[in-house]
């Protein structure tokens, strides 16, 4: 179970949005900060009596460190998108960022982060181990668990996305343009994907096809293992006339596949991803995808971490940011439909794949791996 619960009152955000200034500039003007010109503060002040924002108060200091800690799990890709949305909320707030990676986080690593202090650890995808779980406890440091991989164990905060509406709105997608022999290229984790997908095609009355599900190995590179997985759809009797893939990087596993079996995108077979890295955009052809919001989630994590620093309780439950299906190249009617099947659905562009939940409104549960630092 997930929950979005909405601010009372005008956020900081929908104050700079109305008077025309970034967050960082509403916010130096909500926290009396001298460094603004006269007319941007007037501005941004008839706005905040305009709107009648009010200062949030916080229980105990409002931030005991000038700085916060995050790990992520790759400094490419999404790792790169996390670090933007959570050094622009930090700037907001007027934290620092100090960056490491999870494999570089060992015991010596978080024993200088206790000696130093912290408002708290970010964590992207994968990276709270049980050991380094017991530590944070232990020393009482809060933590917010960015995109988690597996399923958030009941006693964490986690931000992350729809993704099980982002899986049902692909294969709901390739279902419009007239599609039935549907794969899926994923990997062990992310299974709300999985879910969705199977929903979609479930509610079109399509069977579950065991051999059109095909999941890459844990230690396997997402783009190499994709591309054998779909050369082995390729080689069954009936092949998929399309294929979604878990992520971005797998769907490029999948393109090379298709290519070295002479087969074209999407004239042959239809290809969507999952992420909407700057990758899906490159590709050729432009690959349809479901966006993550990954900077937004990183914003909402760094807003509850600050929440949780200063004391403030949260609800226990985790967040979910809204998905979207951006539809670009990859994607047609099955060779069989004709070039008029479905031409509503083929056309580029964005459809909403899940309600969105305000940044910072929810917080909660988060899992953790079993792995020891």
Not at 111 to 120: E, H, I, S, V
Not at 133 to 159: C, F, K, M, N, Q
Not at 202 to 214: F, I, S, W
Not at 280 to 305: D, S, Y
Request: include cysteine; charge should be positive; hydrophobic fraction near 40%.
């Amino acid at each position: 179970m997930t929950r979005t619960v909405s601010a009372a009152g005008p956020t900081l955000a929908v104050v700079a949005r109305e008077a025309g200034v970034s967050v960082p500039t509403a916010s130096k003007v909500v926290n009396g900060r001298d460094d603004v010109a006269p007319e941007t503060r007037r501005r941004v002040t008839e706005v905040l009596d305009r709107l009648g924002y009010v200062r949030r108060r916080r229980s105990g200091p409002p931030k005991p460190y000038g700085m916060v800690d995050l790990v992520l799990s790759s400094l490419d890709g999404s790792g790169a998108a996390v670090l933007r949305g959570v050094e622009r909320a930090a700037h907001a707030e007027g934290l620092e960022v100090v960056v490491s990676t999870g494999r570089h986080l060992g015991r010596d690593r978080l024993d200088r982060l206790a000696a130093r202090g912290t408002a708290g650890v970010l964590f992207h995808g994968d990276g709270l181990t049980a050991s380094r779980h017991a530590w944070l406890t232990r020393h009482r440091v809060p933590y917010v668990l960015i995109d988690p991989g597996r399923e958030p164990s009941p006693d964490s905060v986690s931000v992350g996305a729809a993704d099980r509406e982002g899986g049902r709105a692909a294969a709901g997608h390739l279902l419009a343009l007239g599609h039935e022999r549907i794969a899926l290229v994923a990997g062990h984790g992310r299974s709300a994907r999985l879910a969705g997908w199977r929903e979609a095609l479930a509610a079109a009355g399509l069977p579950h096809r065991r051999e059109y599900v095909r999941r890459t190995g844990p230690d396997e590179p997402e783009e190499c293992g994709a591309r054998r997985r779909t050369l082995e759809l390729l080689d069954l009797p009936e092949p998929p006339t399309a294929v979604c893939a878990g992520s971005d990087a797998m769907a490029s596993g999948v393109y090379g596949a298709l290519a070295e079996r002479g087969l074209r995108v999407p004239d042959d077979v239809a290809v969507v991803g999952f992420g909407d890295l700057p990758e899906a955009r490159w590709a050729v052809p432009g690959l349809t995808t479901v966006r993550r919001p990954l900077a937004e989630m990183a914003g909402a994590a760094l807003a509850l971490l600050v929440r949780m620093a200063a004391g403030e309780p949260t609800d226990g439950l985790p967040v979910e940011l809204a998905t979207e299906l951006v539809v670009r190249s990859s994607t047609a009617p099955p060779p069989a439909a004709g070039a008029g099947a479905a031409a509503g659905a083929s056309r580029p562009g964005r459809a909403p794949a899940g309600r969105r939940a305000r940044a910072g409104g929810a917080a909660g549960g988060q899992r953790y791996a079993a792995e020891t630092l």
